[in-house]
């Protein structure tokens, strides 16, 4: 299937239109017609180089929503005309531990990332949504419920799932104690899906200036991390924490803020942290953990939930040929909102 997306050449290239050819139909292929993708900070950590060496020319976007173009001959679980998701991995070897307990981003055999990673039948790279068409195997293709916005509903795949599955791997519910560092992408998505979950929630922040963007979300306000006295005033008074700075930060200041045997998620930074001090840690037995993704059922799980409750992520739309302009704001600072592509400014050309 020939199509089009914009791709990355090289890691210190803008992304440039880009005609490649999807694979044809397997049996349990299902093809996509792309009408939204959100746009992750993890693309442009990829796309620059800041995770390794990438396989270029690389198409981005794992945060993908469209409609059934066409189906393999042994589809059972879709049509054409389906609304229909695919997020961060398109497959995995479905036969380990980790994927018969539906964790197939901890596949035993290394999962297939949506973009930049080989196919594990012909070895060539996969590319990602930023693109009008994708081909991906059934059992990783995903339901979106018929009362879900879908121009809204990109960013649930990604920023969604990476904060819906920690908050119910630790047992969040009513009446938890929750703390959200971070306003960003990730940060804000945590609060709300915290919220809705009936959990009492604080943002932390380095300052107040997002407090009422935090109120509007569900929280009760916003801890300042920049207030010596304000953070001791909060000792204990956390049993879950996301954590979603992206960058290397110190872990070891958020510690005290749990109660005993509370536990610290981290799901943004991917890298080195500062160097970790024991002692809040061994003093309360709390814990640092860490979290990725969710797996397909999981994914399915949080789609539905936001369906349910009504849970959205701030979307600011833009034309595919805005990428780059969005790309520089992304790398400039953490914004409290998401980017989503509406692939209908793609031309087919």
């Known amino acids: 299937m020939k199509t089009v997306g914009y791709a990355a050449h090289s890691a210190d290239a803008e992304l440039v239109p880009y005609h490649f050819e999807r694979r044809d139909l397997r049996s349990n292929d299902v093809a996509i017609e792309i009408l939204y993708c959100g ?3 993890s693309d442009l950590h ?11 020319p690389l198409v981005p976007g794992h945060e993908i929503v469209g409609v059934v173009q066409s189906v393999g ?44 990673a080989p196919d594990r039948q012909t070895g060539e790279i996969t590319q990602g949504g930023y693109s009008k068409h994708i081909v991906v195997r059934e059992e990783f293709v995903l339901s979106i419920p018929d009362n879900m916005d879908i121009s809204k509903a990109a960013p649930i795949l990604c920023a969604g799932i990476t904060t819906f ?11 938890t104690r929750v703390g959200v560092i971070g306003l960003g992408g990730l940060g804000h998505m945590a609060v709300k899906l915290a919220v809705a979950m009936g959990a009492e929630v604080t943002a932390i922040s380095r300052s107040k200036n997002k407090e009422k963007e935090a109120i509007e979300m569900g929280a009760k306000g916003i801890l300042a991390s920049g207030d010596a006295d304000a953070m001791a005033a909060a000792a204990s008074s956390f049993d879950v924490i996301i954590d979603t700075v992206p960058v290397k930060h110190d872990v070891s200041m958020y510690a005290s803020l749990l109660d005993i045997d509370g536990t610290i998620v981290i799901v943004g930074q991917v890298g080195p942290l500062d160097e970790l001090m024991s002692i809040p840690f061994v003093m309360g037995r709390r814990r640092v953990a860490g979290s990725l993704i969710g797996g397909i059922k999981e994914t399915q799980e949080v789609l539905d939930f936001c369906a349910e409750h009504n849970v959205y992520p701030d979307c600011e739309m833009i034309k595919m040929d805005e990428i780059n302009s969005a790309f520089e704001r992304l790398a400039q600072g953490d914004m409290a909102h998401r980017f989503v592509i509406d692939m209908s400014s793609l031309a087919a050309e």
């Open 46 to 56: 990829t796309v620059n180089g800041d995770w390794g060496p990438q396989p270029y």
């Open 73 to 116: 001959p042994d589809v059972k679980n879709y049509k054409v005309g389906d609304r229909v998701a695919v997020g961060c991995m398109v497959d995995s070897c479905l036969e380990c531990d980790q994927c018969h307990h539906h964790e197939e981003q901890f596949c035993r055999n290394g999962m297939t990332p949506t973009y930049g």
């Open 165 to 175: 599955s920690p908050l119910r791997t630790w047992n969040v519910t009513k009446g």
């Open 39 to 41: 746009v992750c900070h």
